[in-house]
């Protein structure tokens, strides 16, 4: 499972014109899956993400969570983070675990993040052409690979 997550002051996502979910303070996650993700990844990228200290305290200093921050989170499914483009510029998405694998794993991360995180998180439209807009706040944005946990 990869994710890039962004630190956001407000977030959505539209399909069609019409807004599925939408955020105030707190992080926009775009996740992408391989085939081969299972539970152990999405959970342990939904704790992570929780926990990870990416707003400031009362000094400034990023040493608060979105949880200990009030904050949301806003998911957004996104197959194009296993994007090759080793050969050729157009890019391979062979990496990318197929829409009746990812769906499922998708539901259950977003899941697994609204336990974590003790509210709902909204989302956009599995497999829709979405529209997504943010306000970075930093900016802050990071890259996380379970399968590489840096």
């Known amino acids: ?3 890039v997550v962004q ?3 407000e977030a959505a996502v539209a399909v069609d014109g019409r807004v599925s979910g939408q955020i105030g303070p707190g992080l926009l996650v775009l996740a992408g899956f391989e085939a081969d993700d299972d539970c152990a990844d999405l959970d342990w990228m939904a704790g992570k993400l929780v926990r990870l200290r990416l707003f400031g305290d009362a000094d400034g200093v990023m040493n608060r969570s979105v949880q200990e921050a009030g904050g949301e989170i806003l998911a957004v499914s996104q197959f ?3 994007a090759s483009v080793r050969k050729g ?3 391979s998405w062979s990496r990318a675990a197929r829409g009746e694998v990812s769906q499922p794993l998708f539901e259950h991360f977003v899941e697994k993040l609204a336990a ?3 509210k709902p998180v909204p989302t956009g439209v599995f497999g829709a ?4 807009s943010l306000v970075n706040d930093g900016p802050v944005t990071l890259t996380i690979d379970s ?3 840096e």
Do not use: A
Request: aromatic fraction near 4%.
């Open 147 to 149: 399968r590489v946990p």
């Open 7 to 9: 630190r956001v002051l």
């Open 80 to 82: 194009t983070l296993y």
């Open 89 to 91: 510029n157009r890019p």
């Open 129 to 132: 052409d979405m529209k997504v």
């Open 116 to 118: 974590e995180l003790g």
């Open 1 to 3: 499972m990869r994710v």
